[in-house]
């Protein structure tokens, strides 16, 4: 709070928003002027953006804290100072005063080029703004209460394997994002206007019809390779690996790659995650677990990638609402990118596979490279999202996207929806959930109220394939490069064609920039069957 009360304009300003109104409303003598223009209103609206964004950085900033440093008994403060933080932002933001400006600042900007910054910031903005206030108060509040009771009564439910506990709440929260939808508008599906929350402007019949594409080619895929099941044993990934070594590797890897530790900082959580305070502050966190080296090696190059991500956004968005990610989905592309596409590759370990063995004499002594790169590529379809592998993993996000749609428009009851679940494990993976604690129960996302948000974890998939075959067309070098442990080639082309731009381009509208091509799920089966076909022997 201390920059407000050091600026009494900025601090009446929040005071008005609260709907203070002891104190006339300001006037802005100065008009400046772009191109012999007037653009006042584009001006203060910046000034209020700006306000908002740093509301926003300092809320992720006491998040951070939470999961890193902060002691158990801090909680209920923390509570209470996050709340009042999103109280703040939420009203200035939504205050008719910022949408006043923001009808006067288009008006303003009108023959802008569609790519200036101004241009594409009034574009970013008038689709927060729309998302923030088409919901009435007293929805947001309900949804807000609801979703706090239903993930205490999730936890419960998903510990003691008891579906029925859950079942009252995910019906509650199911009638209240129908009532979202509804006010939040869609023309075609009621997803649509879910998934534009997590993606904007993608639309439901197109995410199904990538996914029925996907589906028809990797079921026949993880068929083949579950039937050489047994070939490859990882069993030297489970020997014991000092934490303190992981750690030490997990930095020099990050730091190689292009993660700027000047500009950001690796923490401890327990569940691994990146966070931002602006482009010059991103900070990732990991886990370590002794006997499991895949976990922080893989999530430390996970979240570097989202976090060099965020770092590239042009000095000129910087500390504006443009920086950062066009969505998760293009998010997760990158995550992944430099997760599978790169750290998983042969040619990386080729690099820093003696420097891993130096590094662990003891579990991977006698260890050769060929057994590690299989080891950590192998392919098993399991039960749980979170531990499945590169192959199997966007079959656990099409089970839940159809189940979220199949639930929304009434085919399916929340009464039969463990059975459907469990069904559609068996007919896809070829496993089934014993346990609706191992089934339907396993994730947070819809105690949370966050239905439409795990497709992006497949697009981000799909886009990562031809994101870095797009790189390596264009410097063909970049596959030798990495065998040399040389990442500048490709982290420079990734800011060049995506990262300096922020949130300025919708998801699909980048992709199709970079690439030329509507999004496809062909680019990415083919690399599939390329590179287990290969490990697999098919
Ligand atoms: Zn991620």
Same mark, same amino acid.
């Given at each position: 709070?201390?920059?407000?009360?050091?600026?009494?304009?900025?601090?009446?300003?929040?005071?008005?928003?609260?709907?203070?109104?002891?104190?006339?409303?300001?006037?802005?003598?100065?008009?400046?002027?772009?191109?012999?223009?007037?653009?006042?209103?584009?001006?203060?609206?910046?000034?209020?953006?700006?306000?908002?964004? /740093?509301?926003?950085?300092?809320?992720?900033?006491?998040?951070?804290?939470?999961?890193? /440093?902060?002691?158990?008994?801090?909680?209920?403060?923390?509570?209470?100072?996050?709340?009042?933080?999103?109280?703040?932002?939420?009203?200035?933001?939504? !205050?008719?005063?910022?949408?006043?400006?923001?009808?006067?600042?288009?008006?303003?900007?009108?023959?802008?080029p569609y790519d200036s910054d101004d241009a594409s910031l009034l574009r970013v903005t008038r689709h927060d703004y729309d998302l923030a206030t088409k919901l009435p108060t007293a929805l947001v509040a309900e949804l807000t209460r609801v979703t706090s009771l239903a993930h205490e009564a999730w936890a419960k439910a998903r510990a003691n394997d008891d579906y029925a506990a859950f079942k009252p709440w995910l019906k509650q929260i199911l009638d209240l994002t129908l009532q979202a939808a509804g006010h939040l508008g869609y023309e075609d599906r009621i997803y649509d206007?879910?998934?534009?929350?997590?993606?904007?402007?993608?639309?439901?019949?197109?995410?199904?019809?990538?996914?029925?594409?996907?589906?028809?080619?990797?079921?026949? $895929?993880?068929?083949?390779?579950?039937?050489?099941? *047994?070939?490859?044993?990882?069993?030297?990934?489970?020997?014991?690996?000092?934490?303190?070594?992981?750690?030490?590797?997990?930095?020099?890897?990050?730091?190689? $790659?292009?993660?700027?530790?000047?500009?950001?900082?690796?923490?401890?959580?327990?569940?691994?995650?990146? #966070?931002?305070?602006?482009?010059?502050?991103?900070?990732?966190?990991?886990?370590? @677990?002794?006997?499991?080296?895949? *976990?922080?090696?893989?999530?430390?190059?996970?979240? &570097?990638?989202? !976090?060099?991500?965020?770092?590239?956004?042009?000095?000129?968005?910087?500390? #504006?609402?443009?920086?950062?990610?066009? &969505?998760?989905?293009?998010?997760?592309?990158?995550s992944r990118l430099w997760e599978n596409l790169v750290g998983r590759s042969r040619a990386f370990w080729m690099y820093f596979f003696p420097r891993l063995q130096a590094a662990f004499p003891a579990p991977l002594e006698g260890v050769d490279l060929d057994t590690f790169y299989r080891a950590i590529n192998r392919v098993e379809p399991s039960l749980i999202r979170v531990e499945a592998d590169e192959v199997t993993y966007n079959l656990h996000i099409i089970i839940r996207f159809e189940i979220e749609n199949d639930l929304l428009e009434g085919r399916l009851s929340v009464?039969?929806?463990? @059975?459907?679940? /469990?069904?559609?494990?068996?007919?896809?993976?070829?496993?089934?959930?014993?346990?609706?604690? @191992?089934?339907?129960?396993?994730?947070?996302?819809?105690?949370?109220?966050?239905?439409?948000?795990?497709?992006?974890?497949?697009? *981000?998939?799909?886009?990562?394939?031809?994101?870095?075959?797009?790189?390596?067309?264009?410097?063909?070098?970049?596959?030798?490069?990495? !065998?040399?442990?040389?990442?500048?080639?490709?982290? *420079?082309?990734?800011?060049?064609?995506?990262?300096?731009?922020?949130?300025?381009?919708?998801?699909?509208?980048?992709?199709?920039?970079?690439?030329?091509?509507?999004?496809?799920?062909?680019?990415?089966?083919?690399?599939?069957?390329?590179?287990?076909?290969?490990?697999?022997?098919?």
């Open positions: 709070m201390r920059d407000f009360l050091n600026n009494p304009d900025q601090f009446l300003r929040h005071l008005q928003a609260a709907g203070y109104t002891g104190v006339p409303p300001q006037t802005i003598a100065r008009c400046p002027i772009w191109k012999g223009a007037c653009v006042e209103h584009l001006t203060q609206l910046k000034e209020r953006l700006t306000e908002v964004h /740093n509301l926003a950085g300092a809320s992720a900033l006491l998040g951070w804290d939470q999961q890193v /440093n902060m002691p158990p008994g801090g909680a209920i403060h923390r509570a209470a100072q996050l709340a009042t933080l999103s109280k703040l932002h939420h009203e200035l933001f939504t !205050a008719e005063e910022t949408g006043r400006l923001l009808e006067a600042a288009e008006a303003e900007a009108q023959g802008l206007a879910l998934i534009d929350q997590y993606e904007p402007g993608m639309k439901t019949a197109q995410v199904a019809a990538l996914f029925d594409e996907l589906k028809a080619a990797q079921i026949p $895929l993880i068929q083949a390779i579950a039937a050489q099941r *047994g070939r490859i044993d990882n069993s030297i990934l489970k020997r014991e690996y000092p934490e303190a070594a992981q750690e030490a590797f997990g930095r020099m890897v990050a730091r190689q $790659l292009g993660y700027d530790f000047e500009r950001g900082r690796l923490d401890r959580a327990v569940h691994p995650f990146t #966070t931002g305070f602006g482009s010059n502050d991103i900070r990732i966190t990991t886990r370590y @677990e002794s006997r499991w080296l895949p *976990g922080s090696l893989f999530g430390t190059i996970h979240e &570097s990638g989202h !976090a060099m991500y965020e770092q590239g956004s042009a000095a000129a968005i910087s500390g #504006t609402p443009l920086e950062g990610g066009a &969505s998760l989905g293009i998010h997760e592309s990158q009464d039969d929806a463990p @059975e459907a679940w /469990n069904a559609k494990y068996e007919g896809y993976l070829g496993v089934r959930p014993p346990t609706n604690r @191992e089934g339907i129960l396993q994730d947070v996302h819809w105690s949370g109220g966050m239905i439409g948000y795990f497709p992006t974890y497949t697009l *981000g998939n799909l886009m990562s394939v031809p994101f870095f075959d797009k790189a390596v067309a264009a410097h063909p070098a970049i596959p030798d490069e990495i !065998a040399r442990g040389e990442f500048g080639t490709l982290l *420079g082309w990734l800011r060049d064609n995506i990262y300096r731009h922020g949130r300025k381009y919708q998801p699909a509208e980048l992709y199709e920039r970079v690439t030329g091509e509507k999004i496809s799920a062909q680019p990415y089966v083919a690399y599939l069957r390329q590179k287990y076909g290969e490990i697999y022997d098919l």
